[in-house]
């Protein structure tokens, strides 16, 4: 075993200007409506699976997050991590984002809402609104709203209807019914901007006739239910309610001005009485009686305009923010002790609002709030029970460019017992008392980064919204002391220099870009398309581009029926010789030789692996199948042994592959390959995509090799070791980790005690692994590095050297002699000789935040890139601040 060097030297580069974009939305799915006929739905007290996360950002891009916990019930340290980028025509924004269902009756058969029975919209302060293809990662179709700039939208409960607050006054509403988008019809027009909007409560449909047949049982349970009203918050100092059924203002509900200047209703809500809340510019947050339309409590929550709000879980409780960057909770307290029902909204004589609790959670302007499990208004008969002892998850976003997520269970929940907090963040689950806690913002898609290594040419590059800017490294200066290993204080730069400055001509924002060892080659694309250039350096040192004009038809030249060449995911070889480019919309690979001075670039090969269908079983890869017909698939499968090639792919995907001629519909499967890596020696090419599938390519033979089983959670990292180049490693978004044998098709035996007993401290880390790297000059250490933290590990570390698997053996031999309580206290005492051994092996470094990059330059040398936020909060305006005292 090769001993690690002592010695490390870090180029800590602050010197790259990345500016992560702004929160302007968040959004969780909705919930389906219960049943009216059995209310079982409606009484269920079972928590629903914690849903994904829909985060909109002010640069057009939208990030699809998935909860990384393994059950509903465990805690997730990661809470949620990206799991794809949608990313936006550029120059764009997100101003708004609603998530719908496309069927309804699907949903209420699910325990996560699923993104292929989602339906997402985005509006971005104009006149269009997008639908988005979830699974293509591109805009699927656009409507306008034929009454000018979009300020709001909101589906209702049924997911069957989409409410428009326009410009010029009215609310347009969009039927979403059978998979469609077009518009219904339009409410009564009133003289000011609708810049927010809510819908009433649904009211249950009465049957005309009693004696129903049995097809009515199988009725969805969206036909059940009929809307009835809506509420508007407008420019012009006032609340509007809406009748549905007449489409026409049913009266008028005035908020406090100042000066006569006009108060904005930034936000507003409803809850499952009708009772209306609302926030304006002047911090006030008002609960409004939807019957008489009388103000029925008033709050000064806020010293600045509230911009949003949301309604917990159970209707109890709402969250305010805005300008002033502080989070408010308001909750509803019983003033009656006569009353048994548990719901305080079945009578509002018996109870009363106050403001709770106050907090400030960001540093700027608080743009969106949302909360899991999302809150339906429904009337007090059918109003979900959520079980207290697992704490709502409140998620906040703004100007600070971070989502920050807060444990959000009200004080009476901590009188039946413990309460979980599924972000492990404290043992307190209560907003009050809990911590929260931030979501590291990456610089690439889909948690990846935009942040690339040239390592022989000592460049490193950096990709922005519609650029990039390319710096040069200079060489380290040699030191006779000796350095600590991975310590900030004997880190050393001994200078570098911007050499190269692009802006390009793209369609949306930069998703990949990649520069070649030697420094020859930048590749960079959008979702549209990919541009080669092949640098040269000038007398000054910077460097000139020159683009290779014919790349982009040589790319669609492999595309039939496509008039996109964009890409995903972009990797040179080693050898800089070859492109390895993901397109982006089919997710073909193809592997470009890039030439030379007296040949153009030329496509090698080209695989379809990730399209295919084929070789899955219940999202699990299989060796092959008992049955011809793809209807097989679903009765009895031949599954691999664990010590043969479990990868081995099946024929018809081998056959697929060798032809060059365009998948077949039925065996397409749409996805985004979102990471690559190739072996140090350049003969092995690993690709994952958003599917959790994982390949493997033999460059050398220029062919397909395996695939890997699909697992639970996405790839966030993915490297060959530099010294064992065949031995490909695996870091998951919850912090798990996989060594796979790529020349044997199997996962080797030497690591399974280290990939299946890692320590509580790295596997508990707030932020998941982003990539791992090998030192070339002391292998096999690797380095795995997140947001906040950089953990060094010897991958050959044995567990229980002299043979763990052996002592344990031992330890149950002699249970057969001695008392089965004497064999549990020894087993524990070899876990916790296991447990110390692996604390040993994983270093953990905490002295750099946040990092976009880290990665060997050379042998006992180190580029990590940090990005720190005071930095970036530094060229945003000031934040709101009001003083106290001294005023004058």
């Known amino acids: 075993m090769v001993e690690s060097s002592s010695t490390l030297a870090v180029h800590r580069c602050r010197f790259v200007d990345f500016a992560p974009s702004a929160v302007t939305a968040l959004c969780f799915p909705p919930l389906p409506l219960p049943s009216v006929k059995g209310k079982k739905a409606a009484n269920s007290h079972t928590f629903p699976g914690f849903g994904p996360l829909v985060i909109g950002r002010a640069n057009g891009n939208i990030e699809l997050c998935e909860w990384t916990g393994a059950s509903p019930r465990s805690q997730a ?15 764009s924004k997100v101003e708004s984002l609603a998530l719908t269902f496309r069927s309804p009756r699907r949903a209420a058969q699910e325990e996560v809402p699923s993104w292929s029975n989602l339906r997402l919209f985005s509006a971005g302060g104009g006149s269009e609104l997008v639908e988005w293809d979830i699974e293509q990662g591109c805009i699927k179709r656009t409507i306008s709203s034929q009454g000018g700039p979009i300020w709001s939208i ?19 509403l969009i039927s979403l019914q059978y998979d469609g988008l077009s518009h219904l019809r339009r409410l009564e027009r009133v003289k000011s901007r609708i810049l927010s909007i809510a819908w009433g409560p649904p009211v249950p449909k009465q049957k005309k006739t009693q004696n129903a047949d049995a097809e009515s049982d199988s009725d969805d349970d969206d036909d059940e239910w009929t809307d009835s009203w809506l509420v508007t918050g407008c420019s012009d100092s006032s609340l509007r309610k809406l009748d549905f059924a007449t489409g026409r203002s049913v009266d008028r509900m005035g908020t406090d001005k100042i000066r006569g200047e006009r108060t904005l209703v930034w936000a507003v809500g409803v809850l499952g ?31 600045a305009d509230v911009l949003c709000l949301t309604v917990g879980p159970d209707g109890t409780a709402v969250y305010t923010s805005g300008v002033d960057q502080k989070v408010t909770q308001f909750s509803y307290v019983k003033t009656s002790r006569s009353d048994a029902n548990p719901s305080p909204l079945v009578s509002r004589s018996t109870g009363r609002w106050v403001q709770s609790c106050s907090r400030r959670l960001h540093s700027h302007d608080v743009r969106a709030l949302a909360i899991w499990p999302p809150y339906t208004p429904l009337p007090p008969s059918h109003q979900r029970h959520f079980p207290v002892d697992i704490a709502p998850v409140l998620a906040s976003g ?13 004080p009476t929940a901590t009188l039946a017992g413990k309460v979980i907090n599924p972000l492990a963040t404290s043992t307190t689950a209560t907003f009050e008392d809990a911590y929260h806690r931030r979501l590291a913002y990456t610089s690439g898609p889909a948690s990846s980064s ?18 990039l800017t390319v710096w040069r490294i200079s060489k380290r200066q040699q030191k006779n002391d000796d350095d600590t290993d991975l310590d900030p204080a004997n880190t050393q730069d001994s200078g570098w220099e911007r050499v190269l400055d692009m802006d390009l001509n793209v369609q949306t924002n930069i998703v990949a870009g990649a520069i070649s060892d030697d420094g020859r080659w930048i590749a960079v694309a959008d979702w549209y398309e990919t541009k080669l250039f092949q640098l040269s350096e000038e007398k000054n040192g910077d460097l000139k581009p020159r683009r290779i004009r014919a790349f982009a038809s040589l790319v669609q030249g492999q595309l039939p029926g496509s008039s996109s060449s964009g ?17 982006s919309i089919s997710s073909t690979i193809l592997i470009i030789d890039l030439g030379s001075a007296d040949r153009a670039p030329r496509v090698l090969r080209k695989f379809e692996q990730h399209r295919l269908r084929e070789g899955l079983v219940n999202n699990r890869v299989i060796k092959g199948r008992k049955g011809s017909s793809p209807a097989a698939a679903d009765g009895d499968v031949e599954m691999a042994d664990e010590n043969e090639d479990s990868a081995q792919p099946t024929a018809e995907s081998e056959s697929d592959s060798d032809s060059d001629s365009d998948v077949e519909d039925s065996k397409r499967v749409r996805t985004t390959i979102t990471r690559m890596a190739v072996s140090p020696d350049g003969q092995w090419l690993a690709t994952a995509d958003d599917r959790r599938r994982t390949h493997v390519f033999n460059l050398d033979a220029v062919q397909h090799h395996g695939a890997l089983p ?32 790529v020349e044997a098709r199997a996962f080797p035996r030497w690591a399974r005690a280290l990939v ?34 950089i953990c060094k590990v010897n991958m050959t570390e044995r567990i229980g050297y002299g043979g763990f698997e052996k002592r344990r053996r031992g330890k149950r031999k002699a249970a057969d002699v001695n008392a089965n309580g004497r064999v549990e206290v020894q087993m524990e005492e070899g876990q916790q000789d296991q447990q110390q051994q692996q604390q040993r092996n994983f270093k953990l470094i905490t002295h750099y935040r946040p990092l976009l990059f880290v990665d060997f330059i050379a042998p006992g040398e180190l580029v990590v890139v940090e990005r720190p936020l005071v930095d970036v909060l530094a060229k945003l305006p000031p934040a709101y601040f009001k003083p106290k005292y001294g005023a004058s």
């Open 398 to 410: 703004g100007l600070d460019m971070s989502v920050v997520v807060t444990p959000a269970a009200l």
């Open 567 to 583: 890409a995903s995911s972009l990797l040179f070889t080693p050898d800089s010789s070859k492109l390895v480019l993901a397109t």
């Open 154 to 172: 909101s589906p209702n409960p049924a997911s069957t209807i989409l409410a428009l607050g326009c410009e010029d006054g009215s609310v347009r």
């Open 273 to 303: 009485d009708g009772t209306i809340v609302s926030g304006d510019s002047m911090g006030n947050v008002k609960f409004w009686d939807s019957k008489t339309c009388t103000q029925l409590q008033s709050f000064q929550g806020h010293a």
């Open 77 to 91: 340290p990661q809470a949620w991590v990206v799991r794809k980028t949608l990313v936006g025509p550029y120059p």
């Open 450 to 467: 935009a942040v690339h290594l040239a390592k022989k040419a000592r460049l490193l590059m950096c990709t922005r919204e519609a650029g």
């Open 756 to 789: 299946h007993t890692l320590p509580p401290r790295f596997t508990r880390l707030h932020d998941p692994v982003l990539g791992v790297t090998f030192d070339p000059g002391a292998s096999p250490t690797a380095l795995f590095w997140g947001a906040t933290w």
């Open 710 to 741: 699909t697992f639970p959670r996405a790839v966030h990292a993915l490297a060959f070791d530099a010294s064992a180049p065949h031995m490909l490693v695996l870091g998951f978004a919850d912090n798990a980790l996989e060594v796979y044998d």
